[in-house]
Structure formats: structure tokens, C-alpha cells
């Protein structure tokens, strides 16, 4: 089973190069510090809900497709 960091992550980041938004751009745009997404994205960090809501709303999605294993 995959770490729910990782999952979170690595959707964050496929959904953000399918919008072709760099890290920088990405946070600006929801308001997220660029380290902060990076960390996301590699699985480091540990978001509240809040913040979870924060990116899915910043990638137009509902949160839960943030949570769901890839295949």
C-alpha cells in the first residue's frame, strides 16, 4: 500500500504538468509557497485539509481525485 503522502503527491504533480504549470506558477496561482509544493509533490510534506483543499481547488479538481491511488 502507498503511502497517502505520496499518492497525494504524485497526483498533484501529474495534474499539474498536464496543466503545464511550473511549481512557481502553480503556487502563485493557489496561493502556495513554491517549496511548500515541492515538498508536496515529492511526498515530504504533510498537508492539513485545508491546505489539501487548496491544491485540488488550484488544479480545478475535488479533492478526492487527489487521494486516489494511481493505477
Not at 14 to 22: A, D, F, N, T, Y
Not at 27 to 38: E, L, M, N, P, Q
Request: a positive charge; charged letters at 30%.
Amino acid at each position: 500500500m502507498m503511502d497517502v503522502r505520496k499518492v497525494f503527491g504524485t497526483n498533484v504533480r501529474r495534474l499539474r504538468l498536464e496543466k503545464g504549470l511550473s511549481q512557481e506558477e502553480f503556487g502563485f496561482a493557489a496561493g502556495i509557497d513554491r517549496t511548500y509544493v515541492s515538498g508536496i509533490e515529492r511526498g515530504l510534506r504533510n498537508p492539513s485539509l485545508v491546505l489539501a483543499e487548496k491544491f485540488a481547488k488550484g488544479l480545478g479538481v475535488e479533492l478526492r481525485e487527489l487521494l486516489r491511488p494511481c493505477k
